[in-house]
Each structure stands twice: as structure tokens, then as C-alpha cells.
């Protein structure tokens, strides 16, 4: 399986996940010029921007520690686009999904990391 089918087999694991745990999808793969965020999601008035990792086991390392700078900042110029598009006045948060191929199981970290603006 290539990295592309891995990653959309993970992201529709960890969708399902999200579902299962009572969020809404409001957006998959949402891109702007800088950046993109994997899913982004809604349970009561809290919204997430999730980062989804998908791993065939640990022998790289946890699918969070993957999650480097760069891709913070990256996930940040994205969000802040999408709020520009649809204003939200609750709370935000960046998740993290990792999501073991192998397996199929799901580990949310909620608040995994801060925004990163510069």
C-alpha cells in the first residue's frame, strides 16, 4: 500500500472514530495556500482541527512525534483560513489522530499541540 493510500485509509479510520465519539465532520482534507488540516470537526461548541497519522506500528515512532513544527505552523495557517471562511466563537483545539494500520485502532489526543504563528 503507498503512503496515499495509507494516509486516506487512516484519515477515514480516524473519521469514523470521530463519529463514533459524537463529533460532526465539517470539513476533510480543507487546504489553503499554506497549509492543511486533515479533518476538521465539531462536539458541542468546540471545534478541532485534527491531524491524522497513520502508522504500520511504532518502529518510526508514535504518529504524534511525527507532527513536526512545520506542520504545526502549517496546520495553523489552514485553521486560521477556515475561520476566516466560517467565524467560530468557541473553543478551538488541534488534535492528534494516531491511527495503527495494523490494528485499525485509534488514539486521540485531544489539545495534542498549541497554535504555532510564526
Not at 15 to 44: F, K, P, S
Not at 84 to 102: I, K, T, Y
Request: with cysteine; glycine share 8%; proline share 3%.
Amino acid at each position: 500500500m503507498d503512503n496515499q493510500s495509507k494516509g486516506k485509509r487512516g484519515e477515514a479510520l480516524a473519521e469514523a472514530y470521530l463519529v463514533e465519539h459524537g463529533y460532526w465532520i465539517l470539513a476533510r482534507r480543507y487546504r489553503c495556500q499554506r497549509g492543511e488540516n486533515d479533518l476538521i470537526a465539531q462536539r458541542g461548541n468546540t471545534l478541532c482541527f485534527c491531524e491524522v497519522k497513520a502508522r504500520s506500528g511504532l518502529r518510526y515512532g508514535s504518529g504524534a512525534e511525527a507532527v513536526t513544527r512545520t506542520k504545526r505552523f502549517a496546520a495553523t495557517q489552514a485553521a486560521m483560513h477556515y475561520l476566516m471562511e466560517h467565524p467560530h466563537q468557541g473553543p478551538l483545539r488541534f488534535d492528534v489522530l494516531e491511527v495503527d494500520l495494523s490494528t485499525g485502532q485509534v488514539q486521540h489526543i485531544p489539545s495534542a499541540f498549541e497554535a504555532v504563528l510564526d
